[in-house]
């Protein structure tokens, strides 16, 4: 009982911080190692389980998605789906045991990117549209997001904001569809592969997708440096955490 209640509410959160401005996974990762599931699993498996979150995210913010200078909708797409593919086959063929020791750092790194989200966004405003940046720059990052998807949304927003984009309902209603797109091509992968927990994944999807939709309408309601600080000292408590476990 206690497990399940961990689980709902880690997603419902995630799903609430994936819609406002990214963080999540530095909760249902933990939620999930925590009750038992191995590292690779846990991550496919918490992974799985935000995805109907972003889609609700997306649609929370439907109203201003617009694509970014130098790439259509369509490109975006297929750049979004290809990076997912290549991340999510990476992280089939990295043992338990190599996972384990990668978690921490990038945790650390997800948390630095997150707290340095605001100066990223500022040094990469006002970027010239470049179609041959933009289509690097979002095959990278979905590869990323395919892999490992904590930070997956500050990353994301930086990449917009080089690529020339400067209304940020916009990039945050984009980054959602971007996420939603990348770990729908990743889940596919991960199920291929076997590593997915289907019980809990169908369990914490229902939590993510209320905590998605949610969190996308009431973002102009939470004051964002609280919202910012609270993802942050989650993300350093539980880099501490999973460096203390090595």
Do not use: C, H
Request: positive net charge; charged residues 5%.
């Amino acid at each position: 009982m206690f497990d399940t209640s961990l689980l709902l509410t880690a997603a419902f959160v995630a799903g609430a911080l994936n819609a406002v401005a990214g963080g999540g996974s530095f909760l249902t990762l933990p939620a999930l190692v925590f009750v038992g599931v191995p590292p690779v699993v846990a991550n496919a498996t918490g992974t799985v389980a935000l995805l109907p979150g972003y889609m609700a995210g997306a649609w929370g913010f439907r109203e201003d998605t617009q694509p970014p200078p130098g790439l259509s909708m369509p490109r975006l797409v297929v750049l979004s789906l290809v990076g997912g593919a290549a991340g999510a086959g990476l992280l089939l063929v990295t043992s338990n045991d190599l996972f384990s020791v990668i978690v921490p750092w990038l945790l650390l790194a997800a948390t630095l990117l997150f707290a340095l989200g605001p100066k990223l966004r500022e040094w990469t405003a006002g970027g010239k549209p470049s179609t041959a940046k933009a289509t690097a720059g979002v095959l990278v990052v979905a590869a990323y997001g395919g892999y490992f998807n904590g930070g997956l949304g500050i990353l994301l927003l930086a990449l917009f904001g080089l690529l020339g984009q400067t209304n940020l309902n916009a990039m945050n209603g984009l980054k959602n569809w971007v996420s939603a797109l990348l770990t729908a091509i990743a889940v596919a992968i991960y199920a291929a592969g076997g590593v997915v927990l289907w019980p809990q994944a169908l369990m914490m999807m229902v939590a993510a997708t209320a905590g998605g939709y949610g969190g996308a309408r009431v973002a102009r309601r939470i004051p964002a440096p609280w919202l910012r600080g609270g993802i942050v000292l989650t993300g350093l408590v539980m880099t501490a955490i999973f460096f203390w476990r090595q």
